[in-house]
């Protein structure tokens, strides 16, 4: 992995996509929706995936729910990210 996790316990986050239950959210049918874009929510714990991926548990306050979600799939709002196209400043490959 080689690189600190871009979210921390207690951050605020957006879902930047929707998250439809992939079969791995017990209680819930295949395909149906877990987080919406827009959510908003609170990183509770990182965990890894394949010793790879950062897994953020994001706790969803209006759900009720906590989902499993990539850095891909989220935007800080405690912290200002600047946009992928800045002009003269690279993000160094940090695709979620």
Request: hydrophobic share 35%; proline share 4%; glycine share 16%.
């Amino acid at each position: 992995m080689g690189r600190p996790p871009r979210f921390m316990q207690g951050e605020r986050v957006r879902a930047i996509r929707h998250i439809k239950n992939d079969g791995t959210y017990p209680g819930k049918e295949i395909g149906e929706n877990l987080v919406r874009k827009g959510d908003e929510g609170y990183v509770r714990d990182i965990g890894t995936f394949l010793q790879q991926f950062f897994i953020y548990a994001v706790e969803w306050i209006d759900r009720g729910t906590v989902v499993g979600m990539r850095a891909r799939e989220l935007i800080s709002l405690d912290k200002v990210e600047v946009p992928c196209g800045a002009e003269g400043i690279s993000n160094g490959g940090t695709a979620g």
